[in-house]
Antibody, heavy 120, light 110 residues
Framework: EVRLVESGGGLVQPGGSLRLSCAASGLTFSTSWIHWVRQAPGKGLVWVSRINNDGSSTSYADSVKGRFTISRDNAKNTLYLQINSLRADDTAVYYC?????????????WGQGTLVTVSS | QSALTQPPSASGSPGQSVTISCTGTSSDVGGYNSVSWYQQHPGKAPKVMIYEVSKRPSGVPDRFSGSKSGNTASLTVSGLQAEDEADYYCSSYAGSNTYVFGGGTKVTVL
């Protein structure tokens, strides 16, 4: 069974930093491309970032570029999202999700999410 | 990276059909056969229902179908059932290894 489990969320003050983690099991992590998607309370899904299987290629939404950094440790089957200079509008549930692959442009397995709250 | 446009709500009676639209631009929806549709029940993670415009993952009922014309994609749910009541989101590849989601549509089964 494929499982993606996010952690690292919490309450942080504006301007602060957090590192989110996504622990994967039940899949060949080292060949999987992974995305981060976030959802503000009561709002829609927003694509955040993507990393390829070996970490050599990353991409970001304009709204987070320069503040967020995606990375991975294939030896630990874990994905990370370093979030800096946090703002109130970064408050959201952050999901990691696996890319289906083969030009599908779709995400087939999702974690349950971790909540980040930015507030003073 | 502007969000794709979806109607905020749609509804139908059990057994009827409902169609949700998703409008983008030639830089996303119209430029690639990369539209996906996700179903999200309250408090749950999204689930992919359609990928590559019209393909269904294993296990998704054939009541769910997708199509695209120009810059607008559509999801049709036929034979509505109570469990289909959920939020639905479209997404598309937007070039340069980026993606964009729609604002979401709340489907109500009357």
């Amino acid at each position: 069974e494929v499982r993606l489990v996010e952690s690292g969320g919490g309450l942080v003050q504006p301007g602060g930093s957090l590192r989110l983690s996504c622990a994967a099991s039940g899949l060949t992590f080292s060949t999987s491309w992974i995305h981060w998607v976030r959802q503000a309370p009561g709002k829609g899904l927003v694509w955040v970032s993507r990393i390829n299987n070996d970490g050599s290629s990353t991409s970001y939404a304009d709204s987070v570029k320069g503040r967020f950094t995606i990375s991975r440790d294939n030896a630990k089957n874990t994905l990370y999202l370093q979030i800096n200079s946090l703002r109130a509008d970064d408050t959201a549930v952050y999901y990691c999700a696996r890319y289906m692959g083969s030009g599908t442009y779709s995400l087939d397995y999702w974690g349950q999410g971790t909540l980040v709250t930015v507030s003073s | 990276q502007s969000a794709l446009t979806q109607p905020p709500s749609a509804s139908g009676s059990p057994g009827q059909s409902v169609t949700i639209s998703c409008t983008g631009t030639s830089s996303d929806v119209g430029g690639y056969n990369s539209v996906s549709w996700y179903q999200q029940h309250p408090g749950k993670a999204p689930k992919v229902m359609i990928y590559e415009v019209s393909k269904r993952p294993s296990g998704v009922p054939d009541r769910f179908s997708g199509s695209k014309s120009g810059n607008t994609a559509s999801l049709t749910v036929s034979g509505l059932q109570a469990e289909d009541e959920a939020d639905y989101y479209c997404s598309s590849y937007a070039g340069s290894n980026t993606y964009v989601f729609g604002g979401g549509t709340k489907v109500t089964v009357l």
